[in-house]
Nanobody, 125 residues
Framework: QVQLVESGGGLVQAGGSLRLSCVVS????????MGWFRQAPGKEREFVAA?????????YADSVMKGRFTISRDNAKNTVYLQINNLKPEDAAVYYC?????????????????WGQGTQVTVSS
C-alpha cells in the first residue's frame, strides 16, 4: 500500500516562504507522477502542480502559480517538494500531495488514487 505523508505547513506572514515536503513509502517512488493540490475552507480542491517520475517535466495550475510555486522531487529520498514564495493570504489552505502511476501530468484530482493527509498553510496579512 502506498503511503504519503506531508509536512512543512505552518503559519507564515504574507510575503514569506514555505517548503512543503511529501514522503512516499510502500512502493517504488519512481513509479509515480506526483501532484500537489490545495483546498481552502468552503472551496473545492484545486490543482497546484505536478511533476513526472524522473522530474523532467512539470506543470502548474497557471502562470501565476508558476511564478511563485516550484515543484521538485528527490527520488533518492522518496520525497516531493513544493516551494512557495511570496505567500499571499489567498494561498491559505490544506495542501495535499498525491500520486499516480505513469508519466502523464494529470491536473484533475480524480486521476490520483493515492493521497496524503494534508498539511495546513496559514498566511497572516
Amino acid at each position: 500500500q502506498v503511503q504519503l505523508v506531508e509536512s512543512g505547513g505552518g503559519l507564515v506572514q504574507a510575503g514569506g516562504s514555505l517548503r512543503l515536503s511529501c514522503v512516499v513509502s510502500g512502493r517504488t517512488f519512481t513509479y509515480y507522477t506526483m501532484g500537489w493540490f490545495r483546498q481552502a475552507p468552503g472551496k473545492e480542491r484545486e490543482f497546484v502542480a505536478a511533476i513526472t517520475k524522473n522530474g523532467g517535466s512539470t506543470t502548474y495550475a497557471d502562470s501565476v502559480m508558476k511564478g511563485r510555486f516550484t515543484i521538485s522531487r528527490d527520488n533518492a529520498k522518496n520525497t516531493v517538494y513544493l516551494q512557495i514564495n511570496n505567500l499571499k493570504p489567498e494561498d491559505a489552505a490544506v495542501y495535499y500531495c498525491a500520486a499516480v502511476e505513469g508519466t502523464v501530468l494529470y491536473r484533475s484530482s480524480g486521476f490520483y488514487p493515492y493521497w496524503g493527509q494534508g498539511t495546513q498553510v496559514t498566511v497572516s496579512s
